[in-house]
């Protein structure tokens, strides 16, 4: 509206068309160079849109994702359904590595294409080891534990910010050697199972001894070390640190690290006298199933145990709601700071807080919403849970709990006093 004239309908439609003719150039040109990447990664997922022919008014559509991570382009292709005849058309005679998650419509379509080669996600193999620990173990466990040392290489590449060439080195050195095992060990649990245990755990022990020759352990049991490029340059962590954290130290090897047990972190707490505040959390899964009403994540969300100055020593803000208090952190109240895209997925635009959430088939109100974090490297920082750190104890059972202890200072030259 504009003074008392309204625009012609007609009119905001020939705006709505010359702008779509003009988007679909830049479209256009960024599909073209996605499908001359040598590497595009492939993922669908749902959206609602407008159908007046239902009855509901609506339609569940699907938006199929392509990005090319060398040359840093996303593109997103709307298609009616989740059939394979989306991707299919869209890759035509794509050349190169096409990575996807382990829908079957991507191995319909890879089928008769010889001019690509479809790899799949540890993200998703994990799940499926995750999910097989309630009928065995300890085969899972030991997969799992070989697929963790795969995610420290990532790790050690993320924390020493190595370019290309390294991060091609430290997976050529680490984790080729550590994929070759385990293509062996599942091709002996299909030979003979009993052999198969065997090899694993033997396999697993083999993996640790290289990690801990050819990497190196540079911290002590309770390792220092900077974290300014997520938390700020005010603040540093101490936390147990395991043998892929540090690089090799005069070719000596330290002693094992252990983890920091509560009554040693609340010590330092309590003891620590320099202007500022800490912090003590802990991970309490990495593999948590997160449910409002009908709406349920697949198990990949991290839960975190915490107090209440976790938020500012983490560098994380709220976008809605509040954060813990003291009474809440004193006698762990069944309360939940959640992560944007845990929000997205559970709530969409709505807002979260005072909602009720099953964490693991526990029932928590979610009380705060943070902005979002992003991803280097490894999973999404945006698909936690943070939790007060007496609930977590309560409802998360971990072997090897350790501590961590952030500390943020006010003045950062403290950090020189303090080094």
């Not at 309630?134 to 190595?162: Q, W």
Request: proline letters at 3%; hydrophobic letters at 40%.
């Amino acid at each position: 509206r504009y003074g008392e004239n309204i625009v012609n309908t007609s009119t905001v439609g020939s705006w709505v068309k010359e702008s779509i003719n003009l988007l679909a150039i830049i479209y256009s040109r960024i599909k073209h160079k996605v499908l001359n990447a040598s590497y595009v990664q492939g993922d669908e997922t749902t959206i609602k849109v407008l159908d007046p022919l239902k009855k509901s008014g609506k339609h569940q559509g699907y938006l199929w994702g392509y990005h090319a991570p060398l040359e840093k382009l996303v593109l997103m292709e709307y298609g009616e359904g989740r059939a394979a005849e989306y991707p299919d058309a869209f890759l035509g005679d794509f050349h190169g590595v096409f990575q996807t998650d382990a829908y079957g419509a991507y191995d319909t379509v890879l089928r008769n294409k010889a001019n690509m080669r479809h790899v799949c996600c540890w993200s998703h193999a994990r799940r499926n080891f995750t999910k097989a620990m309630d009928s065995d173990k300890r085969r899972a466990t030991a997969a799992l534990d070989m697929i963790r040392e795969l995610y420290r290489v990532e790790a050690m590449a993320r924390e020493n910010m190595a370019d290309l060439d390294e991060v091609l080195r430290l997976r050529t050195t680490f984790s080729v050697p550590m994929l070759e095992n385990i293509k062996q060990a599942f091709a002996a649990i299909r030979m003979n199972l009993l052999r198969a245990i065997l090899t694993i755990f033997i396999i697993a022990f083999g993996i640790m001894s290289l990690i801990s020759m050819l990497t190196a352990v540079d911290g002590m049991k309770s390792a220092l070390y900077s974290s300014f490029a997520s938390v700020g340059s005010n603040t540093y962590t101490i936390s147990y640190e395991s043998a892929m954290s540090g690089m090799q130290r005069h070719g000596r090897r330290e002693k094992d690290p252990v983890p920091i047990s509560y009554n040693q972190a609340t010590s330092f707490q309590q003891r620590y006298n320099f202007p500022g505040q800490v912090s003590l959390s802990f991970d309490a899964s990495d593999a948590a199933i997160v449910q409002f009403r009908s709406v349920k994540t697949a198990p990949k969300i991290n839960v975190i145990g915490a107090d209440q100055y976790h938020l500012p020593s983490s560098g994380l803000q709220l976008l809605q709601g509040r954060n813990f208090t003291s009474q809440e952190i004193q006698y762990g109240r069944k309360v939940a700071i959640i992560g944007n895209s845990l929000h997205e997925d559970l709530f969409g635009p709505q807002e979260a807080v005072g909602k009720t959430i099953s964490v693991d088939n526990k029932k928590y109100l979610v009380i705060g919403s943070l902005k979002p974090k992003g991803t280097s490297f490894g999973p999404s920082q945006d698909n936690r849970i943070i939790i007060p750190l007496l609930a977590a104890q309560n409802d998360f059972s971990i072997s090897d709990l350790s501590y961590n202890i952030a500390v943020q200072v006010k003045d950062v030259e403290l950090l020189k006093e303090m080094g």
